[in-house]
């Protein structure tokens, strides 16, 4: 198989080449050449956002068998690239994510829930929904539905991450001390390991797998405190001096002090509230039939660890993400410690 990978230097995009490298197959990545590509990949140049980004594709007469696309900002930038390349690949894998799903949605939404309104292939950056769904229908209209598979994400995790969700619980766990654990300890969790979701990708692309599916683990796969668990057991405080405590504090505690979820406690969000049958409530039953498997996150936070220390313990992280985590004065005055 020939891949050709919009991106592929950081988190999705790396995880979908290192994939594609070990399935043997051939991988070209067009990149900005601000971060190195893993070996063993072709790299061509180019900043879609510029007049002339595309130059480096449109100059060459190679073909492939697939393009990926993780793009998350000004669905143009995906219509572009797809227009291009309609005559020179054979299918087009858009990363894309749950949250283009119209809001709120229900509780165990599948695929055919109703998307978000007022999405358009040539629209500017407007909102994360709207521009991701805008890139599916950039997608849809360059490549037709019958060449066009649409992977529709959920939170990620793993080694690579440069949002800062899973570094953060870690590099707060590897401080030590009582750490506030957002309850209840046995909340379900949907999320996928970034190479779970790669793996996924590749075989589905291999099966001729085509349409939008819902790419997350089934929900309860983990649960919060077996996410948290799995943080203090590899690197819970022990060279600070002082072993991290999980103080496992009600939703209503934390709510009532203003903490934001999701953000200032990365992952977490209230049971019950439209925003956790968001994130951690979708059917993923059609991925699972077409192969999804997920593995333990024992073994996802573990990996990050390692990863995280591979670099140095700082995670990298996106310029257009807010910054996630919980300022430990808030911490401190929640727990009365």
């Not at 521009?131 to 997608?139: I, N, Q, T």
Request: with cysteine; proline share 8%; charged share 25%.
């Amino acid at each position: 198989m020939r891949l050709l990978m919009l991106g592929g230097t950081e988190f999705v995009g790396r995880a979908v080449v290192e994939a594609a490298l070990a399935r043997g197959w051939d991988v070209t990545v067009f990149h900005r050449g601000r971060h190195e590509p893993p070996a063993g990949v072709r790299s061509l140049h180019g900043d879609r956002t510029a007049p002339d980004g595309l130059a480096a594709l449109a100059g060459t007469e190679e073909e492939w068998d697939v393009v990926v696309d993780t793009w998350s900002a000004a669905p143009r930038i995906v219509r572009d690239s797809a227009r291009l390349l309609a005559n020179r690949a054979r299918r087009y894998v858009y990363v894309s994510s749950c949250s283009v799903y119209a809001w709120p949605p229900a509780a165990g939404y599948d695929e055919g829930s109703p998307p978000v309104e007022g999405a358009s292939p040539d629209a500017e950056h407007t909102d994360y929904a709207r521009d991701k769904r805008g890139g599916e229908l950039a997608v849809l209209e360059a490549f037709g539905e019958e060449r066009a598979l649409l992977v529709r994400a959920g939170l990620i995790l793993g080694p690579y991450e440069n949002i800062g969700r899973l570094p953060w619980w870690l590099d707060r766990m590897a401080r030590g001390g009582p750490v506030l654990a957002p309850g209840p300890r046995e909340l379900p969790l949907q999320y996928v390991d970034v190479r779970d979701l790669a793996e996924w990708t590749l075989g589905a692309v291999e099966a001729g797998a085509d349409g939008a599916y819902n790419v997350i683990s089934p929900s309860g796969h983990a649960t919060m405190g077996a996410l948290l668990d799995a943080c203090v057991r590899v690197a819970g405080g022990a060279a600070a001096g002082s072993p991290a405590e999980l103080r496992w504090t009600d939703p209503e505690v934390i709510l009532a002090a203003g903490i934001e979820p999701w953000i200032q406690l990365p992952v977490w969000v209230p049971p019950g509230s439209e925003s956790y049958d968001a994130m951690h409530r979708a059917d993923v039953s059609r991925a699972v039939r077409d192969g999804l498997r997920c593995r333990p996150v024992a073994e996802t936070v573990a990996d990050t660890w390692s990863w995280l220390q591979s670099i140095g313990g700082t995670a990298p992280r996106r310029p257009d993400r807010p910054v996630v985590g919980l300022d430990p004065s808030v911490e401190v005055k929640v727990l009365g410690d």
